[in-house]
Structures are given as structure tokens and as C-alpha cells.
């Protein structure tokens, strides 16, 4: 492939999450179903969600959702990727892979092939259910609390 044939894929590339960026209306009714499996792709290696409505798992989403608990989550499976080899023929704006996850589009920017979109779907799809059930749960700050108590930045303010 030449440099004008790359450099025009890029530009079809940019165009279309442009396109979809800037559109005003989201179609946001479909709903995910965050227990299901994944095929043999990168998203197989998060575990199914399962939630016992304990203190415990609350403290635990917490963290998860802190940018601690996703560097932790994600950085062995993202350092294999980034091994993995760019498909350049692979479109992740394209409305097939896009679907559902249109208010997304920004994080599939830099999407380097099918598993690496795949990863990022599934990732996706784990951090609302533990939004969803942090929203559902009456335990307030004090989860909140505990779960970021690791947080440098968060715990110096409470010392302040």
C-alpha cells in the first residue's frame, strides 16, 4: 500500500467519525446486554458481571471506574494489542461496528483492528453496568469514599 492510498483511507476514516460527531440526534434506545459472552476476541477476557448488592461490590465498582482500577483493568490486555498488527482496511465508524455505541465515537478513534473494537465495546458495556448499579445502590458516599481512599489526587483533598 502507498503512502497516497494510506493517506486516504486516514482521511475517509476522519470524515466519517467527523460526520458522526457532529450529528445532533443519537440514536441511544438499544439497549446492551452486559452478561454476554464474547467471541474469541480480546472482550472474552472480561468476566461477566455479577453483583451481590453489597457494600463490598460497591466499594469495589468504585474503584473500578477510578482511572486506577481502569489502568489496572485494562493495561495487560491493551499491551497485547498494541502488538497486534494495524488493519488499515478496517473501518470502526463504519454504521455496523458503530451501532449502539454512537454517543462512543470519540473513544473509537484510535481503534487499531476488529479486537482491539471489539475490547472497547465490551470495556464500554462493563463501566455502565457498574454505573447503573452504583445509581441503583443506596450506599451513598461512603463507597465512594473507601473506593478512592487509593486515589492520591482524591484523598489529598480530604486532608486539605
Known amino acids: 500500500m502507498d503512502r497516497d ?6 482521511t475517509r476514516r476522519y470524515n466519517t467519525w467527523k460526520e458522526l460527531y457532529h450529528k445532533e440526534k ?7 446486554d452486559t452478561q454476554t459472552g464474547y467471541g474469541g476476541t480480546f472482550a472474552n477476557r472480561i468476566k461477566p458481571l455479577s453483583y451481590d448488592a453489597g457494600f463490598k461490590s460497591d466499594v469495589a465498582d468504585e474503584f473500578a471506574l477510578s482511572w486506577m482500577g481502569q489502568a489496572i ?3 495487560p490486555s491493551l499491551l497485547e494489542i498494541g502488538l497486534s498488527p494495524i488493519d488499515l482496511d478496517y473501518d470502526p465508524f ?9 454517543e462512543f465515537a470519540l473513544d473509537f478513534a484510535e481503534v487499531r483492528n476488529k479486537e482491539h473494537h471489539d475490547f472497547l465495546k465490551a470495556q464500554i458495556d462493563k463501566n455502565n453496568a457498574r454505573r447503573t448499579r452504583l445509581a441503583a445502590s443506596r ?18 483533598y480530604l486532608f486539605l
Open 5 to 10: 492510498d494510506w493517506f486516504s483511507k486516514l
Open 26 to 32: 443519537h440514536n441511544l434506545t438499544v439497549l446492551k
Open 73 to 75: 483493568e485494562q493495561t
Open 94 to 102: 463504519d454504521v455496523d461496528n458503530l451501532k449502539g455505541y454512537e
Open 139 to 156: 450506599r451513598g458516599m461512603s463507597a465512594a469514599l473507601l473506593g478512592n481512599i487509593l486515589d492520591p489526587i482524591k484523598t489529598l
